[in-house]
C-alpha cells in the first residue's frame, strides 16, 4: 500500500507555487491515476463514509418523533444507550471528517493537474466536477428518495474553495475557525430569539402573580411559550407520516418532494454553507499540514488523540445530557438556566472529536494492527462515491415501502444491525470491486461526465 | 468594433503583465446593459417606493382610469424583461471574460473569473444586507455565473436548446405551483361536501329524536378546509394588510428596518433562486451566450433582420403579458372560480414574455445602434452599462435614503405617478453623472473595487484613465 506522498505533495510545503513544479508531468488533462492516490486519505474517507450511515440510518428507518420517545422515556434501555453513544461520540463528526477530506480532495484534484493550453482548464474541470455532484445530489434525494442527502450542499459549497486551493494551511484553518465563530454567533442569535420569548412568558406568569390583569401581548406571549413547551408530536400524524413512507414509489415520491425541496433551499443558506464550509477549510489545512497522508510523527497523533477525545468527549456529553436530555424535558428551566445554548458549542466538539477520530485512524494505520481492516476501509474511501450512493440504494430499498418496507419497524438500537450489515456488505463488494476495476461505477460515470469522455474502467 | 490591445505587442515572458481590457468592447453590450439597469428602476420602485401589491392589485381590479393604464403598460413593458435584458448582457459578457487567450505569466481567465464571480456574490450579500435592498440581483448572478461559466465553449445550437430547455422548466415551474392550488381547492371541496352531509344528518337525526354525536371533520380534513380559505385570504386585496409593513419601514432605526426586510431578503436569495431564479436566470445566461456565439451583439444580421426581429419579439411579448394580466384580472376577482374553470395559471407564459420581449428590445437596440438620431442617447447609455455595477448599488443607496426610515421616510406617501418622476430623475442624474465620470476615468467606482479585488495585485492601482497604450504594467522584481 502506497501511504507516502510524492515529495511535491507534501503537505507542509506552503510555496504557492508547488503544484506546479509536479514531479510527473502531464501532457494533458487525465483523472488522478490510481498509483497517484494517498490511501490513508482513502483509509480516513471510509471510516467517515462508513460512520456517516450511524447518523443517516434514522432518517431512513424511523419516524422522528422516535427521538421524542426515547428522550422522555426510561434511560435504561438498549434504545438510550445507543442513542447516548451514537450523540456523544460520532454526532456530527462522520460529516466533519467526511467535509475534511472533501477539502483535501479538492486540494488533490487541482494539484495533480497542470494547466494546458487550449483544454479545458483546471477550474473548469473542477467546477464541472462539483455541477455534476450537485445534479447527483438532487438524483439521491428526488430519485433515490433519501432526505438526508449531502452530496447537493458539498457541490455548491465546494464551489467557495476554489481560491483558497494555493491559500496556506495557517491561513486556511484560521478562516475555518472564523466560520466556526460565525456559525456559534448565529446559533446563539437564535437562541437569544428563544430566550426572549420565555422572558416574556415570566413576565406575564409574573404580573400574574402580582394579580394585574394580563395585556393582550402578554397572554399571547404566555400561549406561545406554553404550546412550545407542551409540544409533542401528533399522533394521528406520526401515524400518517409513516404511512406515506410505507406507500409506493409515487406516494413516498410526493411525501418527500417538499421536504427535498425545502431541505435545499433552506439547507444551503442557513446550514451548508456555514455547517460544511467550515470543516472543508479545516480539512484543506490539515491536508496541507500532512495530517491525513501519514507526515506527523506518531507523538504528533498521540497528541491529537488526547486533546481531540479528551476536550471533544466530555462537550459531547454534556451536550447529549444538558442540552439534549435536560433541555428537551425541562425546556423552561433550561432556558432560564442557560444564557449559552449548549448546542452552540456543537461545532467545537464536532472539531475536536474529529481530530481524535482521524489521529485515532492513524495510530491504529501506523500500528500495523488491523491492516485487513484498514486495507478495507481504504477501499470502501476509494469508492466512497458509490458506496455513499449505495447507502441509499440499499436503505431506501430495506425501509420504503417500495422495497421491504420496514420503516418505523425496527427499534432504534436495532437499526444499528442494519448499519452492520451494510458495513460488511461495502467493505467486501468494495474489495471485490476494486480487485477488477480502477474505480467504483459511480465513480466511473463521474468521471466520464466530468471529461465528457469514457474513461478506462477495467485494471488490466 | 473595438479590440483589446494586441498579445503580441508584449514581449512574450518578460515580466510585463498585460492590463486585462478595460470593460467589454462590444458597444451594443454596453448600451443593452444601460438600458435594463435603468429601465429596472421603474419596478424596483414599486417595492422602494412602497407600491404596494395590494394597490398593484385594487388597480388591476378597478381596471379604470390612467393610473390603471400607466401600471398596465408597465406591467407589459418592463416588468421582468429588464432583469432579462440584464442577464442576456451577463450570459454574452461570460463568454467574452472566458474566451481571453491566457499570456504568459497571467493567471488563466477561468481562475480571475472565479474569482470576479464569488466577490459579485459578496457584493449581492452588501446590496441586500446592508443596504438593504431586498430584491437585489447580484447575489444571484454570481451564483449564477459560477454554475453555468462551464457551459460557455457549447455550441451554439446547444445553447439554444439549453435556453429553451430552461425556459420550459421555468414555465413548469408556474404551472406545478398552479396544479398545487388545483390540488389544494380539490381536498378543499372534498372536506366541505363532507361537512355539509355531516350537518345534513345531524339536521336529520335531530329531526327524528335520535340522540348522536355529530359527525366532524379529522384533524387533516380541517387542515385541508383551512388551507385553502387561507389561501383565498392571502389573494384577497386589501389595503389595510400593507398597514405593518408601512409602520415598519418608515421606522427611524436601521436595525428595526434590517430586522423586518430579513426574511424578505433571505426568502429572495434562498427559496426564489432554487425555485424560479435558477431557471429563469439560466434560460437568459444562456439565451446571451447563444446570441453572442451566433453574432447578434456584432451587427452579425442587417438592419432590417433586426426590425424584423424586434417586432416579431415585441409583438409577441406584448400579447403575452396582454395574456398574463388579462387573466391575472380574472383571478382577482374571484380565486375559487379561477381554479375551478382554468386549467392554467395566468403567469404560464411569462418566461417566454420575458425572453421574447427582451429579445425585441436588445433587436431594437441593434438595429438602431448605426444611426445618427440615436448615437447620443445610446452612448450615454453606454456610459450607465459600462458603471451597471456602480449605477444599481447607487440606485439601492439613493432609494433607500429617500424612502426608508432612516433617510428621508417617502414610504408609501408617493403616488405612482411621482414614483416614477422621481425615478426620471434619478436616471437622467444617474446618465450624467455616468457620462461625466467615464470622461475622467476608465471604470466606475465599484467596477474599479471589484477588478482591483478580483485580480489581486497585479492591476494599477488608479482609476483614471492613462495615455498611454497599451497599458501594461512593469512589475519590478
Given at each position: 500500500m502506497d501511504i507516502n506522498l510524492p515529495q511535491d505533495f507534501s503537505g507542509n510545503n506552503s510555496n504557492p507555487q508547488f503544484h506546479s513544479t509536479t514531479t510527473q508531468t502531464q501532457v494533458t488533462q487525465k483523472p488522478v491515476d490510481k498509483a497517484e492516490r494517498i490511501s490513508t486519505v482513502d483509509m480516513i474517507r471510509g471510516v467517515a463514509l462508513c460512520g456517516i450511515l450511524l447518523m443517516n440510518i434514522p432518517g431512513f428507518g424511523i419516524h422522528w418523533s422516535a427521538f421524542d420517545r426515547m428522550i422522555r422515556g426510561p434511560q435504561n434501555t438498549a434504545d438510550f444507550y445507543t442513542m447516548e453513544v451514537i450523540s456523544v461520540f460520532f454526532e456530527g463528526t462522520m460529516r466533519g471528517l467526511f467535509s475534511m477530506l472533501f477539502g483535501a480532495g479538492m486540494l488533490l484534484f487541482t494539484m495533480n493537474k497542470k494547466e494546458t493550453l487550449g483544454g479545458p482548464s483546471v477550474a473548469e474541470l473542477y467546477y464541472r466536477r462539483l455541477l455534476l455532484l450537485v445534479a447527483f445530489g438532487v438524483f439521491n434525494a428526488y430519485i433515490l428518495l433519501w432526505q438526508g442527502d449531502i452530496l447537493f450542499f458539498y457541490g455548491l459549497c465546494g464551489m467557495l474553495l476554489y481560491p483558497f486551493r494555493k491559500t496556506a494551511a495557517k491561513w486556511l484553518f484560521a478562516l475555518g475557525i472564523l466560520w466556526i465563530c460565525f456559525n456559534m454567533i448565529k446559533g446563539q442569535i437564535n437562541y437569544n430569539e428563544t430566550r426572549d420569548k420565555r422572558a416574556a412568558y415570566n413576565e406575564a406568569v409574573q404580573a400574574k402573580k402580582e394579580g394585574k390583569p394580563l395585556t393582550d401581548e402578554q397572554k399571547s406571549a404566555k400561549a406561545e411559550w406554553l404550546q412550545r413547551e407542551n409540544w409533542r408530536p401528533d399522533s394521528m400524524e406520526v401515524q400518517r407520516d409513516i404511512s406515506k413512507v410505507r406507500g409506493s414509489y409515487a406516494t413516498v415520491f410526493n411525501y418527500y418532494l417538499p421536504r427535498n425541496s425545502g431541505g435545499e433551499i433552506w439547507g444551503t443558506y442557513h446550514w451548508a454553507f456555514w455547517?460544511?464550509?467550515?470543516?472543508?477549510?479545516?480539512?484543506?489545512?490539515?491536508?496541507?499540514?500532512?495530517?491525513?497522508?501519514?507526515?506527523?510523527?506518531?507523538?504528533?497523533?498521540?497528541?491529537?488523540?488526547?486533546?481531540?477525545?479528551?476536550?471533544?468527549?466530555?462537550?459531547?456529553y454534556i451536550m447529549f445530557s444538558k442540552g439534549m436530555i435536560e433541555g428537551t424535558l425541562h425546556q423552561g428551566l433550561y432556558v432560564d438556566a442557560y444564557t449559552v445554548n449548549h448546542q452552540t458549542l456543537y461545532d467545537v466538539k464536532r472539531f475536536f472529536l474529529c481530530l481524535g477520530h482521524a489521529s485515532l485512524i492513524m495510530l491504529v494505520f501506523r500500528s500495523n494492527l488491523l491492516n485487513w481492516l484498514m486495507k478495507g476501509l481504504a477501499n470502501v474511501g476509494q469508492m466512497a462515491?458509490?458506496?455513499?450512493?449505495?447507502?441509499?440504494?440499499?436503505?431506501?430499498?430495506?425501509?420504503?415501502?417500495?422495497?421491504?418496507?420496514?420503516?418505523?419497524?425496527?427499534?432504534?438500537?436495532?437499526?444499528?444491525?442494519?448499519?452492520?450489515?451494510?458495513w460488511i456488505f461495502q467493505l467486501i463488494t468494495s474489495s471485490i470491486w476494486l480487485k477488477y476495476y480502477r474505480f467504483g461505477p459511480f465513480e466511473w460515470l463521474w468521471r466520464s461526465m466530468t471529461y465528457w469522455k469514457k474513461q478506462p474502467m477495467r485494471l488490466k | 468594433m473595438e479590440q483589446p490591445p494586441p498579445a503580441e505587442q508584449q514581449p512574450i515572458g518578460s515580466?510585463?503583465?498585460?492590463?486585462?481590457?478595460?470593460?467589454?468592447?462590444?458597444?451594443?453590450?454596453?448600451?443593452?446593459?444601460?438600458?435594463?439597469?435603468?429601465?429596472?428602476?421603474?419596478?424596483?420602485?414599486?417595492?422602494?417606493?412602497?407600491?404596494?401589491?395590494?394597490?398593484?392589485?385594487?388597480?388591476l381590479l378597478t381596471s379604470k382610469g390612467w393610473n390603471y393604464r400607466v401600471f398596465g403598460a408597465l406591467q407589459i413593458f418592463f416588468s421582468g424583461k429588464m432583469l432579462a435584458l440584464v442577464a442576456i448582457v451577463f450570459g454574452a459578457a461570460m463568454v467574452i471574460f472566458l474566451s481571453k487567450q491566457q499570456q504568459a505569466g497571467q493567471q488563466p481567465a477561468v481562475d480571475v473569473f472565479v474569482k470576479k464571480y464569488l466577490w459579485l456574490i459578496v457584493f449581492g450579500v452588501f446590496n441586500g444586507l446592508v443596504l438593504?435592498?431586498?430584491?437585489?440581483?447580484?447575489?444571484?448572478?454570481?451564483?449564477?455565473?459560477?454554475?453555468?461559466?462551464?457551459?460557455?465553449?457549447?455550441?451554439?445550437?446547444?445553447?439554444?436548446?439549453?435556453?429553451?430547455?430552461?425556459?420550459?422548466?421555468?414555465?413548469?415551474?408556474?404551472?406545478?405551483?398552479?396544479?398545487?392550488?388545483?390540488?389544494?381547492?380539490?381536498?378543499?371541496?372534498?372536506?366541505?361536501?363532507?361537512?355539509?352531509?355531516?350537518?345534513?344528518?345531524?339536521?336529520?337525526k335531530a329531526k327524528k329524536a335520535i340522540v348522536a354525536k355529530k359527525d366532524?371533520?379529522?384533524?387533516?380534513?380541517?387542515?385541508?378546509?383551512?388551507?385553502?380559505?387561507?389561501?383565498?385570504?392571502?389573494?384577497?386585496?386589501?389595503?389595510?394588510?400593507?398597514?405593518?409593513?408601512?409602520?415598519k419601514m418608515r421606522s427611524g432605526n436601521y436595525g428595526k428596518v434590517w430586522n423586518h426586510l430579513l426574511p424578505a431578503t433571505q426568502s429572495r436569495q434562498a427559496e426564489w433562486l432554487y425555485k424560479k431564479g435558477v431557471w429563469y436566470l439560466a434560460a437568459m445566461i444562456f439565451m446571451g451566450m447563444w446570441l453572442y456565439k451566433i453574432g447578434f451583439f456584432t451587427s452579425r444580421f442587417t438592419r432590417g433582420q433586426y426590425f424584423l426581429l424586434a417586432i416579431a419579439g415585441i409583438t409577441v411579448g406584448v400579447l403575452l403579458a396582454w395574456y398574463r394580466v388579462h387573466f391575472q384580472q380574472i383571478s382577482l376577482q374571484d380565486y375559487e372560480k379561477f381554479v375551478k374553470n382554468k386549467a392554467l395559471p395566468h403567469t404560464i407564459f411569462?418566461?417566454?414574455?420575458?425572453?421574447a420581449m427582451a429579445l425585441g428590445y436588445a433587436s431594437l437596440v441593434m438595429a438602431l445602434l448605426h444611426t445618427t438620431v440615436f448615437s447620443k442617447i445610446f452612448s450615454a447609455f453606454a456610459a450607465v452599462g459600462k458603471m451597471a455595477l456602480t449605477n444599481y448599488l447607487l440606485q439601492s443607496i439613493v432609494c433607500t435614503m429617500f424612502f426608508f426610515g432612516y433617510g428621508m421616510g417617502y414610504f408609501a406617501r408617493l403616488t405612482q405617478f411621482q414614483l416614477y418622476l422621481f425615478v426620471a430623475e434619478v436616471l437622467l442624474l444617474q446618465t450624467i453623472f455616468s457620462v461625466l465620470w467615464l470622461r475622467r476615468f476608465t471604470y466606475g467606482p465599484a467596477e474599479w473595487l471589484w477588478r482591483r479585488i478580483s485580480y489581486g495585485k497585479m492591476l494599477p492601482h488608479t482609476m483614471r484613465k492613462q495615455s498611454t497604450t497599451p497599458q501594461t504594467v512593469t512589475v519590478l522584481s
Open positions: 455547517d460544511c464550509v467550515a470543516m472543508m477549510l479545516i480539512g484543506m489545512a490539515f491536508f496541507r499540514w500532512g495530517y491525513f497522508s501519514n507526515k506527523p510523527r506518531t507523538s504528533t497523533y498521540i497528541m491529537g488523540l488526547l486533546v481531540g477525545y479528551g476536550i471533544g468527549i466530555p462537550i459531547g462515491f458509490t458506496n455513499y450512493l449505495m447507502q441509499s440504494i440499499i436503505c431506501t430499498l430495506i425501509f420504503h415501502g417500495y422495497g421491504l418496507g420496514f420503516y418505523n419497524k425496527l427499534q432504534f438500537h436495532q437499526l444499528y444491525y442494519v448499519v452492520g450489515g451494510v | 515580466q510585463s503583465i498585460h492590463t486585462p481590457p478595460a470593460y467589454s468592447r462590444i458597444p451594443s453590450l454596453d448600451i443593452i446593459r444601460g438600458i435594463g439597469v435603468l429601465g429596472a428602476l421603474f419596478v424596483s420602485i414599486w417595492i422602494f417606493g412602497g407600491f404596494s401589491e395590494q394597490q398593484q392589485n385594487q388597480l438593504l435592498w431586498s430584491r437585489d440581483i447580484l447575489f444571484h448572478l454570481g451564483i449564477m455565473a459560477i454554475l453555468l461559466f462551464v457551459f460557455f465553449r457549447m455550441k451554439p445550437r446547444a445553447l439554444l436548446v439549453a435556453t429553451l430547455l430552461m425556459t420550459v422548466v421555468y414555465c413548469g415551474k408556474y404551472y406545478w405551483d398552479y396544479a398545487d392550488h388545483k390540488k389544494m381547492y380539490g381536498k378543499y371541496t372534498a372536506a366541505v361536501t363532507l361537512e355539509k352531509k355531516y350537518e345534513k344528518d345531524s339536521v336529520a366532524t371533520l379529522t384533524k387533516f380534513q380541517k387542515q385541508d378546509k383551512e388551507a385553502w380559505e387561507g389561501l383565498v385570504a392571502g389573494k384577497k386585496v386589501d389595503l389595510k394588510k400593507d398597514d405593518d409593513n408601512i409602520k411569462f418566461p417566454i414574455e420575458k425572453a
